[in-house]
């Protein structure tokens, strides 16, 4: 620790670019200085090591730190990476959640290749797949921490987002369904391996089609490492990062999503290996306990959350295989993604133990 009481030597830092994902400064130097004249000095780039879908890099220019986005290189999947979508999901937000503030969109892609956008860096930890050497949160302050992490989850949900101006975001009615079947045809449209898991999950899915649980603003990628923690409070959520999914539908889905990202002690171990983030340490809820509190926050009813847990992990095999299958065409080098395809595996096994056990 940097400060005693605090967390501030741990807070998430940028790393050099990754080969292939550089950005062209001649050309966004002076498309910088063109919008912020006031910032003087060196312009400096640097790249945020994690994420799998839109690019995100630290720039400096002078003193002013920004942070920007811009689509990952050669997706096949263009409406997942509408940069101009994002940047006004957070211009909106920002003034009713902890979202970063949007600072500038451009969407003309002689600049860097690709519409993108820039918004305010915020300080403090960001939890990956592993705790920050020599992190020490106690368990009291785990389960304070999840206890927030849900919290917030059902802070999201309860927004008017007519009120605040994203009331044409998206069709609620129908959503689910439109999604069960539209995840269902992005998997057939990025398949590189037969996995015979997917046809009986595809099935299951379309024959236990709950109806909509409501409508509200979700996030769709809601987990630790998309969260910017207070480092002088952990249990303090400072922002919310990744917003390229958000739309308006069925907040169980959302809820179902976040679940499926967090591993418990007992999961198998493949599971366990593909962790997202650190949801084990002693204090932690468990997937059950999370739905129990978001349930008490809500007033909702989640009696069905099996199918939305379910949904959640085919789902999230999908967008791994989507991403796989890039790196299986060359389409990117990112040595990360060549395991994708067995994570896609171990997803779809945790789907189906859930179908035939019938439990979180």
């Known amino acids: 620790m940097t400060q005693e009481g605090t967390n501030i030597g741990f807070e998430d830092h940028a790393a050099e670019v990754r080969p292939g994902e550089e950005l062209d400064l001649a050309r966004l130097r002076p498309f910088l200085r063109s919008h912020f004249p006031e910032a003087e000095g060196l312009l400096t780039v640097q790249q945020f090591p994690s994420g799998h879908s839109n690019l995100t890099y630290f720039v400096s220019l002078g003193e002013k730190e920004m942070v920007l986005r811009r689509p990952p290189y050669g997706s096949k999947v263009k409406a997942a990476h509408d940069m101009g979508r994002e940047f006004r999901v957070l211009s909106k937000l920002h003034s009713v959640y902890p979202a970063p503030q949007a600072l500038l969109y451009c969407d003309d892609a002689s600049i860097l290749g690709a519409p993108f956008y820039l918004m305010e860096r915020i300080h403090g930890i960001i939890l990956r797949r592993e705790l920050p050497a020599g992190l020490q949160i106690p368990a009291e302050k785990a389960r304070q921490l999840n206890e927030s992490f849900i919290d917030n989850l059902a802070r999201l949900h309860r927004l008017d987002y007519a009120a605040i101006g994203l009331g044409d975001l998206g069709k609620p009615q129908g959503y689910l369904e439109r999604q069960v079947r539209g995840w269902i045809e992005r998997y057939y449209g990025s398949r590189t391996h037969d996995l015979p898991e997917v046809e009986h999950l595809a ?90 509190r978001y349930a008490q926050q809500t007033g909702r009813d989640v009696g069905n959350i099996i199918y ?19 790196y299986h065409h060359g389409l990117t080098k990112d040595a990360r993604f060549a395991a994708l395809l067995k994570v896609t595996r171990v997803l779809l096994n945790a789907a189906e133990r859930a179908v035939e056990k019938d439990s979180l």
Request: glycine share 6%.
């Open 308 to 326: 939305y847990y379910v949904f959640a992990l085919f789902k999230t095999a999908v967008i791994t295989q989507q991403i796989y299958y890039r």
């Open 203 to 292: 099935a299951w899915l379309k024959e236990h089609l709950p109806g909509q649980s409501g409508a509200t603003l979700i996030h769709n990628d809601y987990k630790f490492d998309n969260m910017i923690l207070d480092a002088e409070d952990i249990i303090q959520v400072k922002g919310v990062l990744d917003w390229e999914m958000c739309t308006l539908g069925d907040p169980l889905s959302d809820l179902g999503t976040a679940i499926a990202y967090w591993v418990d002690p007992e999961d198998p171990a493949e599971l366990q290996s593909i962790h997202w983030g650190p949801t084990t340490l002693p204090g932690s809820l468990s997937r059950s306990q999370l739905v129990q």
